[in-house]
T-cell receptor, first 118, second 113 residues
Framework: DTGVSQDPRHKITKRGQNVTFRCDPI?????LYWYRQTLGQGPEFLTY????????KSRLLSDRFSAERPKGSFSTLEIQRTEQGDSAMYLC????????????????FGEGSRLTVL | GEDVEQSLFLSVREGDSSVINCTYT??????LYWYKQEPGAGLQLLTY?????DMKQDQRLTVLLNKKDKHLSLRIADTQTGDSAIYFC?????????????FGRGTSLIVHP
């Protein structure tokens, strides 16, 4: 158990529909990341939050992608007007570190939400 | 280069050693990581090395770091079929100040009897 729960695990949708993925970090953490992973590739950074602040969103793939994190708890990633090229695994990860426990910067990943756009 | 680079595939016989190589981008990265991804699962940290170290050993795993060449390797001794997975090299580049973990494309390790 990595302390990160993602839902749904698999979403099949038709092109043009909107989809939303949810990430619930169960464990204490500082940062929450969203990555996309396509077949044969490593995780590709999309955006991240520090508490409820979204500190980097320029790497979101297009203006159809948006992420939110109300109240600094769970996070959602929405894709509007989905395209076949959006088919991928969407990974959420948390990073735990603080001044008291600097840690090593490792990420704890959820199992991902797989999107298939028909 | 600007990307974390890894070879895509490695095939070994059970019981042999596996060596997976990686070239990273930022010589100021404080920690370098190896993550493992099994089929249908998320990534899990396998091991890491602090940048002031040349080598780290953890049971069957040995990590070697060459900071001058920005080269990282992972050696798995006595490779087992359960080691078959995709292995990702990762760094947290300090350049630019965002400290965003950056991953390679992954090396698919295939272990055959």
């Amino acid at each position: 158990d990595t302390g990160v729960s993602q839902d749904p695990r698999h979403k099949i949708t038709k092109r043009g529909q909107n989809v939303t993925f949810r990430c619930d970090p169960i464990s204490e953490h500082n940062r929450l990341y969203w990555y996309r992973q396509t077949l044969g590739q490593g995780p590709e950074f999309l955006t991240y939050f520090q508490n409820e602040a979204q500190l980097e969103k320029s790497r979101l793939l297009s203006d159809r992608f948006s992420a939110e994190r109300p109240k600094g708890s769970f996070s959602t990633l929405e894709i509007q007007r989905t395209e076949q090229g959006d088919s991928a695994m969407y990974l959420c990860a948390i990073q735990r570190h603080s001044r008291q426990t600097p840690g090593t910067g490792e990420l704890f990943f959820g199992e991902g939400s797989r999107l298939t756009v028909l | 280069g600007e990307d974390v680079e890894q070879s895509l595939f490695l095939s070994v016989r059970e019981g042999d050693s596996s060596v997976i190589n990686c070239t990273y981008t930022d010589s100021s990265s404080t920690y370098l990581y190896w993550y493992k991804q099994e089929p249908g699962a998320g990534l899990q940290l396998l091991t890491y090395i602090f940048s002031n170290m040349d080598m780290k050993q953890d049971q069957r795993l040995t990590v070697l770091l060459n900071k001058k060449d920005k080269h990282l390797s992972l050696r798995i001794a006595d490779t087992q079929t359960g080691d078959s997975a995709i292995y990702f090299c990762a760094e947290i580049p300090l350049l630019g100040g965002s400290y965003i973990p950056t991953f390679g494309r992954g090396t698919s390790l295939i272990v055959h009897p």
